[in-house]
């Protein structure tokens, strides 16, 4: 580990709250395995995250190693980079309960993500849902990275990290490395087939694709995607005017790795009829190695464990020198 930290630093981590969707392989989990050649990366399962909201234990637990296992089919190979549980590394509850003394009420009360999820579940506006910034804060500053790569919807809270983070440097000296967001131009928000007016999400699993669906399930969701009600019918880019229509070119663009441009040739005169199946197509065929692979994986209960043990202990021994370093900082006697 220790020689190879002249290589830049990633981080980033998706919740096992929900089966992996469309959304979450073109925004960011399909950029990830380029990455692992280029980074020292490391990529954990955000389960701690997941409680803010209430989750059935059984399906946590299934849906954890599920999403294990579509990391490495997406390409994650264990060897090149560190997979691991958010729950399996202490560090991470430790240094959030230090960063939770230096977030303020007032910015975490102005994040969307808690005004949205409080709205959506009025019964159980907890503190951790609240709080869930410092937290991903304390995921992210424990790795010392240089970028961490994320859909749009989580650029205000890298921003709130690296704010934390000054903060405390502030006060403390260069503890933390100051990350930068990395966002992905084509597929950072891929909008749900059925209201493109919202993003593709699982609590709208009619307009969402899910990763292990099976293909007639995929190509039916394509087939009834809403477009748009113009008369002009015809494949344009422009998402203000025809928000349908330039959801299925971004998807088809970041599938096949064609242009905008590209795309509206490839279908001119063509009409929504032709587009849609061939976006359900290629959608089928990127995602099929993919289903397979985790699937086979998923048989492998031994393996699983075995990665997700090795990434533990890797990311526990670089996450403990930040966190030894903050406690000192901020004046705890050393055990
Ligand atoms: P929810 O359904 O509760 O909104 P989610 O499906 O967005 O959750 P997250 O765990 O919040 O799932 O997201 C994991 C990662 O996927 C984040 O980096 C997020 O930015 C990205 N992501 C999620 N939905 C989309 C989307 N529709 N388009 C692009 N990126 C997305
Ligand atoms: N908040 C993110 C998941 C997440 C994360 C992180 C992403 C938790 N900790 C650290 C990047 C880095 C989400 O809900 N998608």
Not at 139 to 161: A, N, R, T
Not at 249 to 264: R, W
Request: proline share 5%.
């Amino acid at each position: 580990m220790e020689q190879a930290t002249q290589k830049k630093v990633m981080i980033s981590g998706i919740q096992p709250s929900g089966d992996l969707h469309l959304g979450n392989y073109l925004g960011p989990l399909r950029h990830w395995p380029a990455m692992i050649e280029e980074f020292d990366c490391y990529f954990f399962l955000a389960d701690l995250h997941t409680i803010t909201v209430r989750q059935d234990p059984a399906m946590l637990r299934r849906r954890t190693l599920e999403q294990l296992a579509s990391y490495i089919a997406c390409g994650l190979d264990p060897e090149k980079c560190v997979l691991f549980v958010q729950s399996h590394v202490p560090a991470h509850s430790q240094l959030a309960w230090v960063l939770d003394c230096y977030t303020m009420f007032g910015e975490l009360s102005r994040m969307t993500q808690f005004k949205d999820k409080s709205a959506k579940h009025a019964d159980n506006i907890n503190a951790g849902l609240f709080t869930y910034p410092a937290l991903m804060a304390a995921d992210i500053l424990l790795y010392q990275p240089d970028f961490v790569p994320v859909g749009e919807d989580q650029k205000q809270h890298v921003e709130i990290c690296r704010d934390i983070a000054n903060r405390f440097n502030n006060i403390y000296g260069e503890v933390f490395k100051v990350p930068e967001p990395y966002i992905a131009k084509v597929g950072a928000r891929i909008m749900s087939l059925n209201a493109p007016e919202s993003k593709m999400s699982k609590s709208m699993p009619e307009g969402c694709v899910f990763l292990m669906e099976k293909p007639e399930d995929i190509m039916r969701k394509f087939k009834r995607a809403v477009t748009d009600s113009d008369t002009e019918r015809c494949v344009r880019y422009a998402p203000a005017e025809k928000p349908g229509v330039s959801n299925l070119i971004q998807i088809y663009a970041a599938a096949t790795g064609k242009s905008y441009e590209e795309v509206e040739r490839e279908f001119d005169g063509q009409g929504y009829g032709k587009f849609k199946p061939a976006v359900g197509e290629a959608i089928v065929e990127t995602l099929r190695p993919i289903r397979e692979e985790a699937q086979r994986l998923l048989t492998d209960k031994t393996y699983l464990e075995s990665v997700y043990r090795a990434g533990a202990e890797k990311a526990d021994y670089v996450a403990n020198k930040t966190l030894r370093k903050v406690y000192k900082k901020v004046g705890f006697v050393a055990r």
